[in-house]
């Protein structure tokens, strides 16, 4: 069973949203995102964060009060699914707002608990989650499909094998030396000694 985190951004598109959905999913609205899924039709099991963007009324038998002021709604989110059990995670709605949101999603990801497998998904592609505790981005991307390695943490070892570019037990921080990379129609796997994002982009 996974659980489905919906943020108050963009509202996502039938296609995205079709895509992670299952019979086992549980929709849990990220404060307002439980209003964007529910003007979308969909089910939301329990609204989660500090609760001030969200229509009280509608949701108070459903609501869960997240108050640590330190985390981002979002990652609060993500961490007390987890202490429910959930170890996958995908989360919709982060498209749109202020640039401080953009990366605050970005750093929500690394300070996600260990073995966690924690996928945000965008109109243009996802970022996964790419941890030691989580046995890494392990996917099969096909002939000229773009993706990108960032190191959210400094790394002392990054390995991507599988790529037209490949890394060998290469340092990697914050930069854009992973950017652009692609595919040749076979697995690609990347590990690392600390927290990484993959994001690949969606076919054409």
Known sequence: MKAIL???GALPSESIVGEIMSSTSLIFGVDGGADKAS???YDVFK???????VEHSKWEDRSIFLDDQSKSDLSKS????NSLGFEEVDVVGVEGGDYGHVFGAFAALNEAPEGMNVRMHYESGVFHLSSPSNNGFNELIE??????VFALSSCMKV???GGKWELAGQQLKMSTRGLSNEGLGALVRVTSDGVVAVYVERSR
Do not use: A
């Not at 993500?78 to 699914?81: G, L, N, R």
């Not at 002939?143 to 990108?148: A, C, I, L, M, N």
């Open 6 to 8: 919906w943020c108050n």
């Open 39 to 41: 003007s979308m039709g």
């Open 47 to 53: 609204v989660l964060g500090d609760l001030d963007s």
């Open 78 to 81: 993500i961490h007390y699914v």
């Open 143 to 148: 002939k000229g499909r773009k993706f990108s």
């Open 159 to 161: 390995n991507v094998i």
